[in-house]
């Protein structure tokens, strides 16, 4: 065998709002409206239907490359993608069963769950990351997993025996992770000391973290990973695959080539990435000479011959070890900056880990029989939802209905905790940037609980912050960034039903995702008086609090809760955006100025464009925008198109400004309706696309071209309407090879 393994590494951290439990929109993420969103629509979803093109540019292939390759799911990553796309998620549990059909073996492997470097975390921390990412696992794909990822490779004794206690036999490392190797049960004499240049990362080995306990490891090409992670090969597929095919042929046989990089590499960060793995995956697979397998498969062959002894405290992205996420090592992502926050941040949330888990010991034993099995555990509860059935098995005797909410609150504490461990926080290079801020949120959210709890921390985690410093301009330190960023966050009993009555005073549904509100009366007129019951979804907990909102009519709508006082600006990010979304309806009225301002003119218009001359920039607009709203309107009424195509390319002809953007999502979102009917609407998609061509509009036909593969790859694609879709839209007949 000659094997060679493409693995992916994809994760996103738990970008969730730690008390809402839902994704807010991110404005650095635009212009989709958050990067789990982003990333997805740039890489997730299209590796699972990833276009090959022929030699004239024509889509001929379509690969979904999880099938071929070698691949991890982040859960945090997976719990958002089941809801928001579950295409991709079916996907990756196709490709899995496929390639145990083909090989006997998943190309899936686990995650430890909340991504935390595993050699900073206490053991006992490390073994429920562990336990929870294997039981997301088998909750996605049915199965036990065979290999899990460490988060950024970082290895120690400790997370090896964790992976062997719980039945996981393979893991993935960098080769200067390795310190010295001998033959498997050799003498203490046969070991010899090896480096990232001595080491053979063609074959597996095998590593005794502890009596009786095992581990096999493969070990990435790091020169090829480095390659195709952040060289010019990702941009052409001939060129990918002649670098690995020579990768393989000088490995020789009974070998393995490990290719190992962050997914996202494929699509995100290198843009269209999928397309060139989807040519080398659909090529190699038809050569004879290679094997697209993973670390399992090989392994039935060729089962590790040499054992490892691995470097402590070692990583794949800081070749001074785990120091990237707790000093100041140098190491970042950008140009040069300061990372002397790093080692405060660390020093905190460590402090406030031992603190919180000192109070879970003590409150979650009044409660829970055993309370550290019992947080091994919580997956399931997380996964399937059945509190009162986790705590009937999990209670110490039967549960009072204050002890029911003690337990949930432990159990809420225990899973922030784990969270606020993520190893985002310390990755990049400024405190204030989005990840670090993500940590300090699930701290606060976990401060918050240890105060129900009967404890609060804040004021420890806040001073212990202090000294580290961001790097931007005016130098906030970390205690102003808690107090300014992280505290605006919380989900108090006043500001969840504030949040509810001023949406329902606008008109909108008194809805806050993770709680439920119920007013004791209705809003009259512009003013709304009433109890608000708030129930905490996570926990259970319920608050009473008096609300009176107001919406003078030509004033800013107020809300006060007892005495404190909120506003739309103190809406949560979910909240605005249906608020922002309503607004853009009502201000359609700018299109009747519009209309109004052409009114006056449309005579002395009419005639002078009979005429050749140069339309004014603002009258130009003018036209253009009607004739967009001409488009739109045919669309959504279902109006014959055809009569629009001519007078759209004249009135483009002469001037007419069209607003691309606004008209390029409107006439995509009509191409993939009139493609979901193929062939019966095939017509109708031609003549989108003849309007957007008369306008002067270009689409990205990628998402098109997925949807009608099926349908216009035939090689007489039923009539010459169809052939001519499947033309314009780059579609290669079934006799086209592909190259």
Same mark, same amino acid.
């Given at each position: 065998?000659?094997a060679?393994c ?6 996103q951290p738990p970008?969730?709002?730690?008390w ?7 404005v ?6 958050d990067?789990n969103?982003?990333?997805?629509a740039?890489?997730y979803?299209?590796n699972a ?7 004239h ?8 490359t ?5 691949f ?8 958002w ?8 998620l ?6 899995d069963?496929?390639?145990r ?16 470097i ?9 073994r429920?990351q ?13 199965r036990?997993?065979e290999g899990?990822w460490l988060?950024?490779m ?12 719980a039945g996981?036999?393979?893991t993935?490392?960098?080769?200067h ?7 498997v049960?050799?003498?203490e004499?046969?070991?010899r ?6 080491l053979?990362t ?12 095992? $581990?096999? $490891? ?8 480095e390659?195709v992670?952040?060289?010019p090969l ?5 060129a990918l695959?002649?670098?690995?095919r ?5 490995a020789?046989?009974?070998t ?9 590499t494929?699509g ?6 999928e ?6 995956l659909?090529?190699?697979?038809a050569?004879?000479?290679i094997t697209?397998?993973g670390?399992?498969?090989f392994?039935?062959?060729h089962?590790?011959t ?25 190491c ?7 990372h002397?926050?790093?080692a405060?941040?660390r020093q905190a949330?460590?402090?406030l880990?031992d603190?919180?888990a000192?109070l879970?010991?003590v409150r ?21 939802g059945?509190?009162a059935?986790f705590?009937?098995a999990?209670?110490?005797g039967?549960?009072?209905?204050s002890?029911?909410l ?8 225990a899973r922030?905790?784990?969270f606020?461990?993520t190893s985002?926080?310390w990755?990049?290079?400024?405190l204030t ?10 701290a606060a959210r ?13 004021d420890?985690?806040?001073a ?6 961001s ?11 808690y ?17 509810a009555?001023m949406?329902?005073?606008i ?5 806050v995702?993770g709680?439920?509100v119920?007013f004791s ?7 709304f008086?009433?109890?608000a ?12 609090v008096?609300?009176?909102a107001?919406?003078p009519?030509?004033?800013?709508? $107020?809300?006060?809760v007892g005495?404190?006082r ?6 949560f990010?979910?909240q605005r955006?249906?608020?922002l979304a309503?607004?853009?309806?009502q ?13 006056g003119v ?5 005639q002078?464009?009979v005429?050749?001359c140069?339309?004014?920039a603002g009258?130009?607009?003018?036209l ?5 709203e001409q ?5 959504d ?5 055809a009569?629009?195509?001519p ?16 008209l390029?999502r ?10 979901a009917t ?8 031609l ?8 306008a002067?509009?270009r689409l990205d ?26 033309e ?6 079934v006799?086209?090879?592909h190259?």
């Amino acid at each position: 065998m000659r094997a060679l393994c493409l693995h992916g590494h994809f994760y996103q951290p738990p970008r969730e709002h730690p008390w809402l439990g839902v994704v807010e929109p991110e404005v650095s993420a635009a212009p989709a409206r958050d990067w789990n969103t982003r990333i997805t629509a740039e890489c997730y979803a299209p590796n699972a239907a990833a276009r090959v093109l022929d030699a004239h540019g024509r889509l001929s292939d379509l690969v979904n490359t999880y099938e071929w390759t070698g691949f991890d799911f982040g859960p945090t990553l997976l719990n958002w993608l089941a809801p928001h796309a579950p295409g991709v998620l079916h996907a990756l549990r196709h490709a899995d069963a496929a390639s145990r059909t083909r090989s006997g073996h998943g190309n899936a492997w686990a995650q430890a769950y909340g991504h935390a470097i595993l050699p900073l975390s206490t053991p006992r921390d490390v073994r429920t990351q562990v336990r929870w990412g294997k039981r997301d696992f088998e909750r996605r794909f049915g199965r036990s997993p065979e290999g899990m990822w460490l988060p950024e490779m970082a290895v120690d004794r400790t997370t090896l025996t964790a992976l062997a206690e719980a039945g996981i036999s393979l893991t993935m490392l960098a080769p200067h992770q390795a310190r010295r190797i001998r033959p498997v049960g050799a003498s203490e004499g046969a070991w010899r000391p090896v480096d990232a240049q001595a080491l053979d990362t063609k074959q597996l080995y095998r590593c005794f973290p502890a009596p009786g306990l095992a $581990v096999d $490891v493969v070990f990435r090409e790091a020169g090829l990973s480095e390659e195709v992670a952040f060289g010019p090969l990702l941009r052409d597929g001939a060129a990918l695959v002649a670098r690995l095919r020579a990768a393989v042929a000088a490995a020789g046989d009974g070998t393995i080539v490990t290719v190992a990089v962050d997914g996202e590499t494929y699509g995100h960060h290198h843009p269209f990435g999928e397309m060139a793995l989807a040519f080398a995956l659909s090529t190699l697979a038809a050569d004879r000479e290679i094997t697209l397998a993973g670390p399992a498969t090989f392994r039935v062959r060729h089962p590790p011959t040499l054992e490892v002894e691995i470097a402590q405290g070692t990583s794949w992205s800081c070749p001074h070890g785990v120091e990237r996420w707790r000093e100041d090592c140098g190491c970042g992502v950008g140009p040069p900056a300061s990372h002397a926050w790093r080692a405060p941040l660390r020093q905190a949330i460590d402090w406030l880990r031992d603190e919180l888990a000192d109070l879970y010991t003590v409150r979650g034993g009044e409660v829970l029989r055993d309370p550290w099995g019992a947080r091994d555990r919580y997956i399931d509860c997380l996964l399937d939802g059945r509190v009162a059935e986790f705590l009937a098995a999990e209670g110490a005797g039967d549960l009072s209905a204050s002890a029911v909410l003690q337990a949930r609150r432990a159990l809420e504490l225990a899973r922030h905790a784990l969270f606020m461990q993520t190893s985002c926080g310390w990755f990049f290079d400024e405190l204030t940037g989005v990840e670090p801020v993500l940590v300090l949120r699930h701290a606060a959210r976990a401060i918050e609980l240890a105060r129900n709890l009967g404890r609060d921390y804040e004021d420890g985690l806040v001073a212990r912050l202090a000294p580290a410093r961001s790097n931007l301009a005016g130098r906030e330190n970390g205690a102003d960034l808690y107090r300014r960023v992280v505290l605006r966050a919380r989900a108090t009993p006043g500001r969840v039903a504030a949040t509810a009555a001023m949406m329902q005073l606008i008109g909108h549904p008194p809805e806050v995702p993770g709680y439920t509100v119920r007013f004791s009366g209705r809003p009259a007129a512009e003013r709304f008086v009433a109890d608000a019951e708030v129930t905490e979804g996570a926990t259970g907990a319920v608050a009473t609090v008096p609300v009176v909102a107001e919406r003078p009519p030509r004033g800013a709508v $107020v809300c006060r809760v007892g005495e404190a006082r909120f506003e739309l600006a103190d809406l949560f990010g979910g909240q605005r955006e249906r608020a922002l979304a309503a607004l853009e309806e009502q201000a359609a009225t700018a299109g009747d100025t519009r209309r109004t301002a052409l009114v006056g003119v449309r005579p002395l218009v009419d005639q002078l464009l009979v005429a050749e001359c140069p339309l004014p920039a603002g009258l130009a607009e003018l036209l253009g925008w009607e004739g967009a709203e001409q488009i739109a309107a045919a669309l959504d009424q279902a109006a014959p198109l055809a009569p629009l195509v001519p007078g759209v390319a004249e009135l483009r002809r002469k001037g007419a400004s069209f607003p691309a953007e606004w008209l390029a999502r409107r006439l995509a979102a009509a191409l993939e309706t009139r493609l979901a009917t193929l062939p019966k609407a095939a017509g109708e998609a031609l003549l989108v696309l003849d309007l957007a061509a008369a306008a002067g509009v270009r689409l990205d036909l990628g998402p098109a071209q997925v949807q009608a593969f099926a349908v216009l790859r035939q090689d007489s694609p039923g009539g010459p309407t169809l052939a001519a879709l499947r033309e314009r839209l780059g579609i290669a007949p079934v006799t086209t090879a592909h190259s």
